[in-house]
């Protein structure tokens, strides 16, 4: 597993921009086509030939600026889902809530390059499983550094009465739901904040999980080192940079294969 360094961040190497260029130039491509065919043989191109030669091309050129068979396959679908929508006459208002939605959900796959994604409750049961067989079963804190819709938290607060539970989560509709989820959380002892994990104090914590991606992980384990006070336990889900030692990892039996690297400070 790689884990990205600073220069993964930069504007030229986000995938949005590559994406758009790859369709940017094959746009060009297809003007150059279409001005050709009229001249030399005086032919206007069906719509659904420009659109065919816009996606074909738009996936090829994808390939020479560094993008994965994946990202072609996306190329290839955008100018037909775009011509498809237009001859749908979908109202431009569905767009703009489309948008407004995505970007209050997925907002940190644009800055940090951390989707939203959750655990699933073989991972729930795990994490219990962790607190159960730390020192002070009984009493704690814990902390989800990107808490998503919450459903971590609630179902922890549901079976350890004794534990405090905070998650930060700064996309807002995910927010919004988990901190409703919070209000009516069992035993009272989930909150959420809506803040940048890069904000929090861990030194508070006795317990820090973290379900994100490969690219804020080295970062992120700098900042465990730093602040977490000594028998802390810092858990994450999937993602390890390569260079870093663990304690344990526990492998899940669920059908991922969930991997939690598990550290001790
Ligand atoms: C993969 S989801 C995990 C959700 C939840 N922890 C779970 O395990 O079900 C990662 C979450 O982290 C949030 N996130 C990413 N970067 C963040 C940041 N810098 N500050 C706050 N939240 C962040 C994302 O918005 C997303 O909801």
Known sequence: MSVSNNSQNSVAERPFFRLLSGQIGAGGLVVAIETAAWMWVGLGLDIWILVACQAFLAAI?????????????VQFALPWATWGALYLKIPSWVYLVCFVLTYAIYK????????????????????????????????????????????????????????????????????????????????RNVSISLSDIWTVDLADFDMVYAFLSPAPMEKLLEKVKNEMRAGGVFISNSFWPDDEGFDECLELDDARKTKLYIKIM
């Not at 994808?62 to 072609?72: A, D, N, P, Q, V």
């Not at 219990?128 to 550094?145: A, H, V, W, Y």
């Open 61 to 73: 050129l994808s390939r020479f600026i560094g993008l994965g068979w994946g990202w072609s396959v």
């Open 108 to 187: 940190n796959a644009r800055t940090e390059r951390v989707p939203l994604y959750l655990s699933n409750s073989t991972t729930w049961r795990a994490l219990e499983g962790l607190i159960e067989k730390s020192p002070n079963p009984e009493r704690g804190n814990f902390i989800d550094l990107g808490s998503g819709v919450g459903g971590t938290l609630c179902y922890l607060g549901k079976a350890k009465s004794g534990w405090i539970f905070k998650g930060v989560e700064s996309a807002p509709l995910s927010f919004v739901i988990s901190w409703v989820r919070s209000l009516i959380s069992v035993n």
